[in-house]
Structure formats: C-alpha cells, structure tokens
C-alpha cells in the first residue's frame, strides 16, 4: 500500500512539473517575441560620431555644435548649451529604436503630422553625413510619437522620452548655470561690487 502511495505521489510531482514547464514555455516564446516586436532598429551610430544636431519644432530653432568634445550654439558666442541635456539627445539618437512599425512606404505623411513636421531634428556625423529625424503627433491612445526619417519610408511609433527629446525648445538647453558657463580652465574670475553711503 505504502508503495502505491509513494509511487502515486512521484507521479503527481512530474504531472505538476510537466505542466508548469509547458504553460512557462509559451509565455517565455511570447515576451521574447514582443522584445522583438517592440525593439525595431531606426538609426545606429557611436554618440561620439555625432557632432552636430539641429531641432526645429516651428516656434523654436536650435543649431548645436560640438568642438573638442563641448557642445554649443553655432554661431552663437555668450549663449552656453547644458552639456549633459545635449549629451542625452546625442545618446538617444544614436541608438534609436522604434516601438513599432505604423505604415511602409507611407504616402501621406500629413495624417501622422509629419509634413509638416511637429518637430525635425538634423544630425550631423563626423564624416559630413547628415540624417533628418521627423517627430509627428501623439499616437492617439498612447504616450507613443509618430516618426519617420530619411534613411527609409516608413512611418515607426516612438516611445514617449525619444519622441520628448527630439522636441526640446531652445530656452530647455540654454544654461543659465555660472558653474555651467564657466565650465573648464577659467585663467580669473573678478566679482566686483560697489556698496553707497549710508545715511
């Protein structure tokens, strides 16, 4: 008796492992296939390699440079860009990957509010090679952006942050910071100040 017991309970046991191994295993092929799905190449590229990026969101135009690894305005001496903003738009548009694919070969671009753009970002490589990135409306429903690009004819969805960080107006990354300013090998600094008589 004690035998049927036993060999019944061993039987249970790789019943229950059979079965959770197999109801694991669809739901394991399941997040990998959304991983995939939602993890759609648009742009690659080393973030030290761009060295030129230009927002245009209609109301608001930033042209920013790097030399020798500092990031600023082009043509714009006295007006400082905060190096770690635009040190995080070069890193999310480097490796820039899209939620998923809306449209191929999109026709109108119009109905996505791509043309004309709510926001075009230029990026310049260190090659001279330039790209145009197109952020457009809010998918409706979603925090998500409709995007597209130049280097094909597609219409993706963006996930909420690439799609904020290729909106930045100007006044978001200009320092006002003297730390920020003054950044790097300052020869002097003079403070002066003047205190009236008092009466």
Request: contains cysteine; glycine residues 8%; negative net charge.
């Amino acid at each position: 008796m004690k035998k049927k017991i036993i060999i019944a309970i061993i039987v249970l046991v790789v019943l229950a492992l059979l079965y959770a191994f197999l109801m694991a295993e669809p739901f394991s092929n399941n997040d990998e296939q959304i991983n995939v799905n939602t993890n759609i190449p648009v742009f690659s590229a080393e973030k030290d390699r761009i060295i030129g990026i230009s927002i245009n969101t209609g109301d608001s135009y930033s042209d920013l440079v790097k030399i020798d690894g500092v990031w600023s305005f082009s043509g714009e001496e006295g007006v400082h860009a905060i190096q770690p903003k635009v040190d995080g738009i070069a890193y999310d548009l480097c490796n820039l990957y899209a939620e998923g694919i809306v449209e191929e070969n999109a026709a109108d671009l119009k109905i996505y509010g791509l043309e004309p753009a709510v926001s075009t970002v230029v990026m310049k490589l260190d090659d001279g090679t330039m790209h145009t990135l197109l952020v457009g409306n809010r998918v409706q429903g979603s925090d998500e952006y409709y995007f597209a690009s130049d280097i094909d004819k597609n219409v993706y969805r963006i996930g909420a942050g690439k799609g904020l960080v290729m909106t930045y107006k100007k006044d978001e990354l200009i320092t006002t910071s003297m730390h920020e300013i003054y950044k790097g090998s300052m020869a002097e600094l003079v403070v002066s100040c003047s205190i009236g008589a008092v009466m």
